[in-house]
C-alpha cells in the first residue's frame, strides 16, 4: 500500500472541518459560576461599561461573594489554562462549546489542572481578589469570548470593535 500526501490532506482536512462544526454544534448552558450567588450579587449594566481601569472597557461581569466561595464552571468544557495573569491573577481559562472561551478571573485558589473535562457541577476555585482586584471587594471577574468573530456585533462604542469577540456573560446566565 503506498501512502498518498494528496490522500492524507484531503482527509487531515475533512476531519479538522468535521471536528470544528460538531465543536460549533455541541449545545451550549450557562450556569452560574458563583455557589449561591444571584442576580442582586452583580450589576446587570456592567458588561462593556466605559470607563474602566486600564482595560478601558469592561468585558465581563463581577461577580462578588465572600472569598473562599467555591466556584464551578458555568459551562461543559476542557480547562485550557490554569495559573496566574498580571490582571487577572489567579485565573482559568475553559474551552465550551461553540468554539467559546469562559474565562474565570481574581480567584483565592485554583482546584482543577489544565485539560481536566469539566462539567457546570466542577469546581474550579475559589473567589478572591489576586490580580487587580487586590484591595477590592472579593469577586468573580466571568467574560466569555470567542475565537470566531462574529462581524455583526462590532459598533461605535468605546473599544466597540472588540465586541465582535467578546460576549455578555449576563445575557448568558439570565437565559
Known amino acids: 500500500m503506498k501512502f498518498s500526501f494528496k490522500k492524507f490532506r484531503k482527509r487531515l482536512l475533512w476531519t479538522i472541518l468535521t471536528v470544528l462544526v ?91 489542572e489544565r485539560f481536566d473535562l469539566v462539567s457546570d457541577e466542577t469546581p474550579i476555585g475559589t473567589v478572591g481578589t489576586s490580580g487587580n482586584a487586590a484591595g477590592e471587594a472579593p469577586h468573580l471577574h466571568y467574560s466569555i469570548f470567542t475565537p470566531i468573530p462574529y462581524p455583526w456585533r462590532i459598533d461605535a462604542a468605546p473599544q466597540g470593535w472588540k465586541k465582535m469577540f467578546y460576549l455578555d456573560p449576563i445575557k448568558k446566565l439570565e437565559e
Open 22 to 112: 460538531m465543536g460549533y454544534l455541541l449545545p451550549e448552558k450557562v450556569t452560574m459560576p458563583v455557589q449561591g450567588a444571584t442576580r442582586a450579587d452583580y450589576n446587570s449594566e456592567s458588561f462593556w461599561y466605559y470607563p474602566w481601569g486600564r482595560s478601558g472597557t469592561h468585558k465581563g461581569v463581577d461577580i462578588f461573594a465572600s472569598t473562599g466561595t467555591p466556584i464551578h464552571s458555568s459551562t461543559s468544557g476542557v480547562v485550557v489554562y490554569q495559573g496566574e495573569v498580571s490582571r487577572g491573577g489567579k485565573a482559568v481559562l475553559i474551552l465550551g462549546p461553540k468554539w467559546r472561551l469562559h474565562y474565570y478571573a481574581h480567584l483565592d485558589q485554583i482546584t482543577c
